[in-house]
């Protein structure tokens, strides 16, 4: 049974900072592109940031690019992402998911993710 669950959410101030983390089991992490999306309040969920399989690749929507950076740890089967400069815009649930495929186009995420965690709340206060 695959799990993906997220930790590292929680309350701070605009302008600070939050490292998510995902851990993975029941699937062959190597094998997946991983990902972080977002989902606030009445509007649709926002393909965050993705991470290719070459542990290498990353792909950001253009909200993030430069305050976001996204890693994975295959020995640990984790994918972090660690949130610098945060904006009240910023406040949403943030998913992490697996997946086949990851990119960018646009300057918005075009992604198809296999399985999704549960979430975890973060909230940036003016």
């Known amino acids: 049974q695959v799990q993906l669950v997220e930790s590292g959410g929680g309350l701070v101030q605009a302008g600070g900072s939050l490292r998510l983390s995902c851990a993975a089991s029941?699937?062959?992490?190597?094998?997946?592109?991983m990902g972080w999306f977002r989902q606030a309040p009445g509007k649709e969920r926002e393909g965050v940031s993705c991470?290719?399989?070459?542990?290498?690749?990353?792909y950001y929507t253009d909200s993030v690019k430069g305050r976001f950076t996204i890693s994975r740890d295959s020995a640990k089967n984790t994918v972090y992402l660690q949130m610098n400069d945060l904006k009240p815009e910023d406040t949403a649930v943030y998913y992490c998911?697996?997946?086949?495929?990851?990119?960018?186009?646009?300057?918005?995420?075009?992604?198809?993710?296999?399985?999704w965690g549960k979430g975890t709340q973060v909230t940036v206060s003016s």
């Open positions: 998911a697996a997946g086949g495929y990851c990119t960018v186009v646009g300057g918005k995420l075009l992604y198809g993710m296999n399985y």
């Open positions: 029941g699937l062959t992490f190597s094998r997946y592109a």
């Open positions: 991470i290719d399989t070459d542990d290498v690749t990353t």
